[in-house]
């Protein structure tokens, strides 16, 4: 009998060791972390810190063409740039990065996002607008080095998802960022698929003009949203069809879509049902991860939003602003 | 039998409940030392408490810096090149705080050398602008750091050389105590302690400053005429029994919490623990140090300390590996989650590839001992009954 009992404690170890060599999906850092102002090397040390496998982050250009991490074009979201430079708006009233030389952003401080010309923080629960803490904005250079200085320390290897901004809004200013991100990324020896850098944008021709004109090797994703947002000129309606996404496997390793492609959802936030998008994807070897997923405005059950996604969807991936809880849910599915 | 085992395993639960605190000295060992990215790195990881040095500027502003000199951590040579003193160091009290705010703060290197000091560490010579902050900051982000995530943890305050500072007719602590008056932190609940060498001045911000705050005596090995408190008076049991009416804890330096041979191995434990414990003091000491300690396992040395020594928590520049060795022998996870779930650690595969392989801990490991040893217990009681038919 207790041979017996043995046995049965065998098979389970054994099927528990099998379990060992499930992986679960990548958790992508949302401009680091939610929980601090976003973009910061604050933010994205503290994504490290939770084990996200990638801190995404979003580059614009500057006046002397200077990589600078932040997400908007313009600075008035996170930043006291009307305090600092209160002459330097356009008529519309904002500050746009690409009116300023790198060493006039260094003046400025950062802080948690607000809407523009308003004391209101956008998301509430998160850290103070209010604080005086000084943080600033960061250059592309300084954030590699945080990448590649935190995995040699930490022993661990994590990676960057580059984001570029509005390529052919920088193209009106006649220079082409992908072109000065590329030579960016060569100068630290990041030019190969195996490196910690993957980029991504929503002008799926800059991907290409990457992939064959600049002849990188690095891993690229297309960003895919709805066409009527305007995001770029891309025929998003094209590049998420079968004949589309069998032309981005060509050039490009993943989607990366906003999660409203990927299923139905009703007015409350739950889900309806599933769009064919990711399967046909995976037909066309694209990894997929949608965007983005946040626990503090999801207005239903996150856990089971997250359950959905991996189970049902089968995304390879999620890009969320909190990538500690995804990955405490992901882990406890297994 | 039955019986024994449900012992055994009320035991291991009991344990695993209340696990030591987890302090993360000068943040964490990652980023250079005292940085807000560090100090957040340390928050992030689950460390229980965030540990930090202060200083006084030339115009009475507290600063985050574990030394009094600015060229262990910061590039001050490149931007001052005649205000160090005969010694050929700068001091950071002879720095206003605008001047120190154009400093860019580096992973620790030896000022003669400028080698790096924990060599495996973030390198010193990358040109990320860290910065020296303030104690207003960290607070704030402290503070912020708990709303945004929900997680309450602490700042525990080291006050720098107080008596130093005397000479230039400054209170640091009064100064302290102010600064966090401001922010309505006084009370023993509010996440604040305080802490330093300098035995008597904990006194005098119990009893003169009449601050409510937790303290902490820190204690180092008593060198005559170096020391600015006699350590071997109050690690005594009189001096124990003294400290008692006044602060919380002990910090002592490791050594004086155990005995180690020539090689680093342990050998013996000192009365310090046994006594601060019968006078209702916790025990925190000094430094764990993943890349640098004494004898052969890390492990075995945290061990000794949690189970041996029964310290109540651990200083260490290594929070988060500290966290995992304590979960490792845990039979039920206690940080996150109150019910019994299985966890899984994950380690990034060394090939970069874009999937994650998932490793089984300890915990499920033990849970399913907890399972096989009650169906055993079933079946055998199945077979005894069995037996008297």
């Known amino acids: 009998m207790f041979v017996y009992m043995l046995n049965i404690h065998l098979i389970l170890i054994f099927i528990v060791n099998i379990c060992q060599g499930i992986e679960r999906p990548l958790v992508i850092g949302h401009r680091g972390s939610a929980y601090l102002p976003e973009l910061t090397l604050e933010s994205q040390s503290i994504a490290h810190a939770y084990q996200a496998d990638m801190v995404e982050i979003d580059v614009c250009l500057t006046r002397d063409n200077q990589l600078i991490v932040i997400h908007d074009l313009y600075l008035n979201a996170v930043s006291n740039v009307k305090d600092i430079y209160p002459n330097r708006s356009r008529s519309d009233g904002y500050h746009y990065v690409i009116d300023f030389d790198l060493n006039e952003l260094r003046n400025l401080t950062i802080h948690e996002r607000i809407i523009p010309f308003t004391n209101t923080q956008v998301y509430p629960a998160r850290f103070p607008s209010s604080s005086s803490i000084p943080f600033h904005l960061a250059t592309l250079n300084e954030t590699i080095e945080l990448l590649l200085g935190l995995s040699h320390s930490t022993n661990q290897q994590y990676q960057l998802l580059i984001e570029i901004k509005n390529p052919e809004y920088h193209s009106q200013y006649n220079t082409s960022i992908s072109s000065i991100l590329i030579s960016t990324l060569q100068a630290y020896n990041l030019t190969e698929s195996h490196h910690p850098i993957v980029i991504q944008t929503f002008h799926i021709e800059d991907l290409l003009y990457i992939r064959e004109n600049l002849n990188s090797r690095l891993r690229l994703i297309a960003l895919l949203t709805w066409n009527h947002l305007n995001e770029s000129s891309s025929n998003f309606d094209f590049y998420r069809s079968e004949e589309g996404l069998q032309k981005l496997e060509t050039f490009v390793q993943a989607i990366a879509p906003n999660m409203e492609l990927l299923v139905n959802f009703a007015e409350d936030g739950s889900i309806i049902n599933v769009t064919n998008l990711t399967v046909l994807a995976h037909k066309y070897n694209l990894a997929v991860y949608p965007w983005t997923f946040r626990h503090d405005t999801y207005k239903g059950n996150f856990e089971q939003l997250i359950d959905f996604f991996h189970r049902t969807v089968q995304v390879d991936g999620f890009i969320t602003s909190q990538p500690d809880i995804v990955i405490e849910l992901l882990e406890k599915k297994i | ?389």
């Open chain 2, 1 to 389: 039998m039955f019986v024994f085992v449900l012992f055994f395993y009320y035991l291991e639960i009991c344990q695993g409940l209340q696990r030591p605190l987890v302090i993360g000295h000068r943040g964490v060992a990652y980023l250079p030392e005292l940085t807000l990215a560090s100090q957040s790195m340390a928050h992030a990881y689950g460390a229980d408490m965030i540990e930090i040095d202060v200083c006084l500027s030339r115009d009475d502003q507290l600063i985050i810096i574990h030394d009094t000199y600015l060229d262990g951590v910061t590039n001050i040579r490149e931007m001052f090149s005649n205000r160090n003193r005969s010694d050929g160091r700068n001091y950071v009290i002879d720095f206003t705080l605008e001047e120190l705010r154009i400093l860019t703060v580096r992973e620790r290197v030896n000022p003669s050398t400028n080698v790096q000091v924990y060599p495996l560490r973030f390198p010193s010579k990358s040109i990320v602008p860290f910065r020296l902050s303030t104690l207003n900051e960290t607070i704030e982000l402290l503070l912020g750091l708990n709303h945004a995530t929900g997680k309450q943890r602490q700042l525990l305050i080291e006050i720098k050389q107080p008596e130093y500072h005397v000479l230039y007719n400054k209170s640091i602590s009064k100064i302290v105590i102010e600064t966090l008056n401001a922010y309505n932190l006084t009370r023993s609940s509010d996440p604040i302690i305080i802490q330093t060498f300098n035995i008597e001045e904990l006194m005098h911000i119990r009893y003169n400053l009449h601050s409510q705050l937790r303290l902490f005596a820190l204690m180092t090995v008593y060198q005559a005429g170096v020391s600015v408190s006699d350590y071997d008076f109050y690690r005594s049991e009189e001096g124990i029994r003294n400290l008692s009416n006044t602060v919380q804890a002990l910090a002592p330096d490791h050594v004086l919490v155990v005995d180690y041979d020539i090689n680093g191995e342990i050998i013996g434990t000192s009365d310090l623990t046994k006594w601060a414990h019968q006078y209702n003091l916790n025990v925190y000491p000094y430094t764990f140090r993943k890349d640098l300690f004494p004898g052969s396992s890390f492990e075995k040395l945290v061990e000794y300390f949690w189970h041996i020594a029964q310290v109540d928590g651990f200083i260490t520049d290594h929070p988060d590996v500290i966290l995992q060795l304590l979960q490792n022998y845990t039979t039920f996870n206690t940080t996150s989650s109150t019910t019994l779930s299985t966890t899984f650690n994950t380690t990034s595969s060394t090939t970069l590839s874009t999937t994650i392989n998932t490793t089984l801990n300890r915990s499920s490991t033990n849970f399913l001992h907890l399972f096989l040893l009650i169906t055993t217990f079933l079946f055998t009681s199945i077979q005894r009954s069995e037996l008297y038919f």
